[in-house]
């Protein structure tokens, strides 16, 4: 019998074996992208980018079995793993760009939101970690960007116990730049006007007197509210309830 002497690096099975474990890592890169650094995880949007990689360890499979049918089972298998790495391209773009604009009201992704959102550190830095595990009434808008305006725009509330409202109100009075009442006449010029934290409602609904305001921070472009970033935190001692909120427009 004649020696088959192929170079391993042009040998049909070390190729689709070759490019099986390329397409895995791209795969599991994808998947870790897809689950880990996403607001809301898409854990099967990333398995289509297995496929190419099932069909190329399958092809490594059947040419050790059937030799003489090499380069037609390499060939199929680079036909459907294009066919499905490009579904699986077209795809996933489309998803990240929705998620990318998408408001988010679901509390439960409170903490991803936190961590993945589109502000600055130090614009959200007095936002809690965590929910606490006593809030209760718990409510949150995150709108990554505002289609035509390029605002961004993140809240959440909740009522907790006394105790809490009251370590709040102790550390937010020591760092507040401003400290007033939402329908105060010096108000606006710090940057609060009336139904600042409306989104959290989804209608226009202006605090009632019992919250305190606290201004964080806040930077007017241009010596305008038009356009700037903010952080604010309103505290309601008489019903416990606290409201944090982030903008940049």
Known sequence: MREDRTPLRHHPTAVSTAAAALCLVVFLVIEWVLTQKTIRPHPYLGLPFSVPALCFAAAAFQIKRHPQKDHALLRTAAVLGAAFGLMALISVPCILIHDAVAT????????????????????????????????????????????????????????????????????????????GKESDGEASRHGVFSGAFSSLYGSYTPLSQDFTVYVISGRAYSGSWNHGEISLVAISEKSDEILFRASKW
């Open 104 to 179: 988010v009201t679901d509390v439960e992704s409170y903490e991803r939101v936190r961590e993945h959102s589109c502000f600055s550190d130090d614009l959200i830095a007095d936002f809690p970690d965590r929910l606490p595990e006593d809030a209760e009434d718990a409510k949150l808008y995150y709108a990554p960007f505002a289609i035509g305006q390029g605002g961004q725009e993140i809240e959440v509330g909740f009522r907790t116990s006394a105790d809490t409202i009251r370590a709040y109100t102790e550390e937010y009075a020591k760092e507040a730049v401003w400290i």
